[in-house]
């Protein structure tokens, strides 16, 4: 079955700096990838997605990139901000099939 | 429009009890889905309901079930409660399948079991 791993768990950065999560996945017939956002005791949510007949997307800050041939992607983000501090989540989902969250990865940016 | 709702946010069981929580999706919305949160095992996905046929299922126990209603409203209940299923049960609504477009979560449900 799908499987979606998440690197890094952790991730602490200089406000300014650049940030990127990077995510592998196990089912070639993946197609859809969202990338979720959940503050410090709120819910998650979506912050931008990529299919697989799209190879770069980007809003504002944040960029994802995905490469079907490795079976992975990544979200980028631009210039960080202490608002970016978050836990980001990729996901991973196929035809007909289960959406599956990688683990997490928690993103600290310092002032 | 009404988030997604759920209820209750918070409540303790003991070993062996069962639970039932709710989750009221955004108007419109046809997809639940189900998802475990703890620290460092991220978000599991439990089951995803659609127009009130389960659509897929995680690697959870029959311990876990679900249902969803006419008017897309889902139920999940876990019997036997053991000591490891304290979590923070989440549900997220979609208008049409979880895997094809934005998922509205809700705040969740937190489990403890005593």
């Known amino acids: 079955g799908e499987n979606v791993e998440q690197h890094p768990s952790t991730l602490s950065v200089q406000e300014g700096d650049s940030a990127v999560i990077k995510c592998t996945y196990s089912?070639?017939?993946?197609?859809?990838f969202p990338w979720y956002k959940q503050e410090l005791g709120k819910r998650p949510q979506l912050i931008i997605d990529?299919?697989?007949?799209?190879g770069e997307k980007k809003d504002q800050r944040i960029a994802v990139t995905l490469n079907k041939t490795a079976k992975h992607f990544s979200l980028h983000i631009t210039e960080t901000q202490p608002e970016d501090s978050a836990v980001y989540f990729c996901?991973?989902?196929?035809?007909?099939?289960?959406?599956?969250f990688g683990q997490g990865t928690e993103l600290s940016v310092k002032p | 429009k009404a988030g997604v709702t759920q209820t209750p946010r918070y409540l303790i069981k003991t070993r062996g009890q069962q639970v039932t929580l709710s989750c009221s999706p955004i108007?419109?919305?046809?997809?639940v889905s189900w998802y475990q949160q703890t620290p460092g095992q991220g978000l599991q996905f439990l089951f995803e309901?659609?127009?009130?046929?389960?659509?897929n299922k995680g690697n959870f126990p029959g311990r876990f079930s679900g249902r969803q209603f006419s008017n897309s409203r889902s139920e999940m209940n876990v019997s036997t409660l053991e000591l490891g299923d304290s979590a923070l049960y989440l549900c997220?609504?979609?208008?049409?399948?979880?895997?094809?477009?934005?998922?509205?979560f809700g705040e969740g449900s937190r489990l403890t079991v005593l």
């Open positions: 990529i299919r697989s007949n799209v």
């Open positions: 997220a609504s979609s208008f049409e399948t979880a895997n094809t477009g934005e998922l509205f």
């Open positions: 089912d070639s017939a993946s197609n859809y």
């Open positions: 108007s419109g919305h046809r997809s």
């Open positions: 996901a991973g989902a196929g035809e007909g099939g289960k959406l599956i």
């Open positions: 309901y659609f127009s009130e046929t389960q659509r």
